[in-house]
Structure formats: C-alpha cells, structure tokens
C-alpha cells in the first residue's frame, strides 16, 4: 500500500507560480512512477505530467509544457511540480498519482496509477 499526501495549492493571480508537492509514505519502493493529474469541475480527470521514480523520464501534456516542471526528491519521497506563468484554465484540482506497475506504462493513462491523493486546489484568478 502506498499513500499520496499533496500540499501547496493556493490561490494565484494569472502569470504567477506555484509549486506542489507530492509526499508518498508507505510500500515506496514499489514504485514505478509518480504523476500529476487535474480535474476541473465539471471536466474528466486529466494528465499534467509524469516523472519516472529513478527520474530518468519526464513526461508532460502539451497544454502544460514549458510552463510546469516535475522533479523528485529521491531520499525524501517528495515529487514536486513547479507550476510557471499559471493560466486561468489551469483552475482545477491536482491529485498525484503513483504506478508500481513498472516498464512499458502510458504515463498519460490514470487507469495506470493505482495510488491517488486527495488532491490540491490550485485557483489561478485573471
């Protein structure tokens, strides 16, 4: 079992930064890899970005590239992501996400993750 925990979200005026994080506490060892989803009200639950545990591949939507960055702090099981120039359309709930399912996943699937947080409200004003 692994559990998510999220923190950072807040509200931010447009062109503004934050960064979240994502603390995993439990069986860590058995994962693959860490994601960040949103969900909007009223919208489907979507990809933002993906980090490999041995962070070795980063992953991003379009939507969000050049603007977000996912990092990891290995030795304190921290996954972060710095979210740059924030859009009012990046509104939304950020859960993370965790995989123990291992080489060969689609990081941009949710049905891959088996592990999720509560989420983060992150509320970007224009």
């Known amino acids: 079992q692994v559990d998510l925990g999220e923190s950072g979200g807040a509200l931010v005026q447009a062109g503004g930064s934050l960064r979240l994080s994502c603390a995993a506490s439990?069986?860590?060892?058995?994962?693959?890899?860490i994601a960040w989803f949103r969900q909007a009200p009223g919208k489907e639950r979507e990809f933002v970005a993906a980090?490999?545990?041995?962070?070795?591949?980063?992953y991003y939507a379009n939507s969000v590239k050049d603007r977000f960055t996912i990092s990891k702090d290995t030795a304190k099981d921290t996954t972060f992501l710095q979210m740059n120039g924030l859009k009012p359309e990046d509104t939304a709930v950020y859960h993370c996400?965790?995989?123990?399912?291992?080489?060969?996943?689609?990081?941009?699937?949710?049905?891959?993750?088996?592990?999720w947080g509560q989420g983060t409200q992150v509320t970007v004003s224009s």
């Open positions: 996400a965790a995989s123990s399912r291992g080489y060969g996943i689609n990081y941009y699937r949710k049905s891959e993750y088996e592990y």
């Open positions: 439990g069986r860590t060892n058995s994962i693959y890899a």
């Open positions: 980090i490999r545990r041995s962070g070795a591949g980063t």
